[in-house]
């Protein structure tokens, strides 16, 4: 008797294992409260709701640490669009908000990546790390951007046709190598339709055809993009990859995509690049598939910056 209990215990503990090791991952849900936390501190210019921090919590807005009471943070916004993955596995998640106005309605044009690091002990937040553009930043347009995004479907990927981790990473990081790497630009996997808004400018018009190669780097000798951190949700196709764009004169830089089947869907760019002197000329979306030669200057920045 206590042998063959025995024996269903082993059982029971063979099959627990699986289960033990999925619990191990970070709860989703808590991570996605967190954020929606976040969001709403945005939303009311106040921290106070922001709870569980860490001791060695750490505040970076576009690279540079500060106090998170000295940034974004003293405006009330108003949250235009809102997107919010999850990392199961590194517990972290990343959020694209655009806005166009701030809580009062008057003008506040931002469009901001944010990618917040949890503890896997017990959630508690030590990194909230965000990309802020606005106007002056790279083709930045956020009423456009809107515009653009609000057209796009990023929904759940059916559990059966989802790409891995480990594709999403590669993917991701042979595109953001394509600055110092010629090879890494067949080792892409390029989807089509696939559409890339770059701030405010989109390289699709809706076409079947649509391609994200439009105005990729020519020159591949450029200085890399570096200091990557990750934020990786396969449930979403997505991975976030904020970094410094070295060679656009170390630009902090988002860059989120989105993969499904295995390929480019959807990737968004926000760069705190220089590009004050696109306000007075910004393109028109428009429908022809080559590039106005003006921001195909990203595949070569070095010479136009330089
Ligand atoms: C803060 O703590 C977390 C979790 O223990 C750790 O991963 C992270 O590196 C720490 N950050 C700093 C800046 O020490
Ligand atoms: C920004 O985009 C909107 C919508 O497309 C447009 O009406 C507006 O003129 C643009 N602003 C600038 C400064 O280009
Ligand atoms: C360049 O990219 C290719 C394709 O991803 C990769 O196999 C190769 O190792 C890369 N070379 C360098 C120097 O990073
Ligand atoms: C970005 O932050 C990292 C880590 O704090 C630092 O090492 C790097 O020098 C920074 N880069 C720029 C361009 O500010």
Redesign the pocket.
Known sequence: MQYRLLGICAAAFGAFMPLAAAQSECDRASIEAFADDYVAAHETGSLSNLENI?E?F?YLENNKTQEITSGIFTKALKIAHRHTIVDTVDCASFSELIVTQNAAGQPAPYVIGTQIRH?PEDLSV??IDLTVSTTGSWLFNSTRTLEYVTKESWALIDEDKRDTREALRLAADAYLDMWHNKSAIDAVPWGTPCVRLEGSVYTGSGLPTDSCKVGIPTNNNQAPNSHRRYVTDVTYGSISVLCIFEHLANAPDSHEFRMENGKFRYIHTITLANSGFFSAELPEPKPEPAPPARYRVRGDSSARLG
Do not use: D, Q, S
Request: proline share 0%; glycine share 0%; hydrophobic share 35%.
């Open positions: 860490a060695n750490t503890n030590y990194l």
